[in-house]
């Protein structure tokens, strides 16, 4: 039996959505969603924390190259959300409303196919503010 070891990185970005069902008025919109709908849309300052297991390389000592990761990541991910607005410029979140719960999903499987075969993606998490935060395991009910 080999350690399983859990590694985490957080990363940031910021970027606007307006939440909103277009088979709905915007009054309906309202009444559901409320601010969140206001059709100008708002900004948030997102954390993204993806974690992976895996056991430490024998020679490396590493479960995963963070630096690497990271590098990955950002190329492949956060520059697709940042400073984008997330009804209309983002591939992976076409036809989906963009709330942190069918964002969170979307990333799933958009990070898990970029990991090498080694690591399994785990968790991940994100703060949409500092007091909401949303967690998948990549679980289906
Ligand atoms: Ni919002």
Redesign the pocket.
Known sequence: MKPKVYVTRKFHFSAS?R?YNPMWSDEENKIIFGK?SNPGG???NYELEVTVAGSPDTHTGYVIDIGKLKEMIEKEVIEQLDHRNLNTDVPFLQGRIP??ENLIVALWDHIACLLPPEVELVRLRLW?TPRNCFEYYGEKL
């Open positions: 959505h939440v969140c708002h900004g948030h709330s942190s949409e």
